[in-house]
């Protein structure tokens, strides 16, 4: 993302920061989404950069006035008034604001580490099961009948947050559920400006183990550094960790595929 586009959403971020968090403005952001993505005209004519600023910001209003809160309305008019790349960047950016608001309520109530760790747990339980991700992934299916398979599977088990966001994890259309769910755990850990290392090891890491980890790499990254811990043991021994787009391959198979690589 160039720094234009980074600006740009800054900008929307302080727009929502300054609201009160709350359930009913995430629902609202995601139906203007959902209505930018169901209506090409509308999106492209919100996103139109030969249409002033202002013209775009009025148009978001006379549409959504009315419809949604004036909070939502606020941030429609604010993004409409941004010049995109195009006009599904727009939507999605929208998007972003409703899944920023739900994770913003949650960490208004202390609970943002629990539903950090619950959508990274169901993540992985939908990565190791191929038909409860085909199921969801499966686009021909009714869209309320796979957020249906979600809300079966975790309504009353989980922070109401965890659950809106795994449901609406389902609509996702340019990236596959467990990118989706990836890309909701990276905002979350920029609501604490903490960074998220991926972290691949043999066998489960003792609570002494994985805070020594934690406080090497918050030390190498230069901020609070969050673990997301999965268990191969075809790593063999070590530790796999990715942070971003870095990678630090400290496992036995990793230094084997290193040597095999020089010596071929």
Same mark, same amino acid.
């Given at each position: 993302?160039?720094?234009?586009?980074?600006?740009?959403?800054?900008?929307?971020?302080?727009? !929502?920061?300054?609201?009160?968090?709350?359930?009913?403005?995430?629902?609202?952001?995601?139906?203007?989404?959902?209505?930018?993505?169901?209506?090409?005209?509308?999106?492209?004519?919100?996103?139109?950069?030969?249409?002033?600023?202002?013209?775009?910001?009025?148009l978001?209003?006379?549409?959504?006035?009315?419809?949604?809160?004036?909070?939502?309305?606020? !941030?429609?008019?604010?993004?409409?008034a941004?010049?995109?790349?195009?006009?599904?960047?727009?939507?999605?950016?929208?998007?972003?604001?409703?899944?920023?608001?739900?994770?913003?309520?949650?960490?208004?109530?202390?609970?943002?580490?629990?539903?950090?760790?619950?959508?990274?747990?169901? %993540?992985?339980?939908?990565?190791?099961?191929?038909?409860?991700?085909?199921?969801?992934?499966?686009?021909?299916?009714?869209?309320?009948d796979?957020?249906?398979v979600?809300?079966?599977?975790?309504?009353?088990?989980?922070?109401?947050?965890?659950?809106?966001?795994?449901?609406?994890?389902?609509?996702?259309?340019?990236?596959?559920?467990?990118?989706?769910? %990836?890309?909701?755990?990276?905002?979350?850990?920029?609501?604490?400006?903490r960074?998220?290392?991926?972290?691949?090891?043999?066998?489960?890491?003792?609570p002494?183990?994985?805070?020594?980890?934690?406080?090497?790499?918050?030390?190498?990254?230069?901020?609070?550094?969050?673990?997301?811990?999965?268990?191969?043991?075809?790593?063999?021994?070590?530790?796999?960790?990715?942070?971003?787009?870095?990678?630090?391959?400290g496992?036995?198979?990793?230094?084997?595929?290193?040597?095999?690589?020089? !010596?071929?």
């Amino acid at each position: 993302m160039n720094a234009a586009s980074l600006a740009r959403q800054s900008e929307l971020d302080q727009a !929502l920061d300054a609201q009160q968090p709350s359930a009913a403005l995430a629902e609202e952001l995601f139906a203007v989404a959902d209505a930018l993505a169901a209506q090409p005209g509308l999106r492209n004519a919100l996103a139109d950069p030969t249409a002033p600023d202002s013209a775009r910001r009025a148009l978001a209003g006379a549409v959504l006035t009315g419809r949604v809160s004036q909070a939502a309305v606020a !941030l429609a008019q604010a993004a409409a008034a941004l010049r995109w790349s195009s006009a599904a960047d727009l939507g999605a950016a929208i998007e972003r604001q409703g899944v920023r608001a739900e994770l913003a309520l949650a960490q208004a109530s202390g609970s943002l580490d629990l539903v950090e760790d619950e959508l990274f747990r169901f %993540g992985r339980v939908v990565d190791a099961d191929n038909e409860l991700r085909g199921v969801l992934g499966d686009r021909s299916a009714p869209l309320a009948d796979r957020q249906q398979v979600v809300s079966d599977l975790l309504a009353g088990r989980v922070h109401p947050v965890t659950l809106s966001l795994a449901r609406r994890a389902v609509t996702a259309s340019a990236r596959t559920y467990d990118l989706t769910l %990836g890309a909701y755990l990276n905002l979350a850990a920029a609501a604490r400006s903490r960074a998220i290392a991926h972290v691949v090891v043999a066998r489960p890491l003792e609570p002494d183990q994985a805070e020594r980890l934690r406080a090497v790499l918050s030390r190498q990254v230069g901020r609070d550094v969050g673990l997301q811990v999965v268990v191969d043991p075809e790593v063999v021994g070590g530790a796999r960790v990715r942070i971003g787009d870095e990678v630090i391959d400290g496992t036995v198979a990793g230094k084997l595929e290193a040597a095999s690589r020089q !010596l071929s």
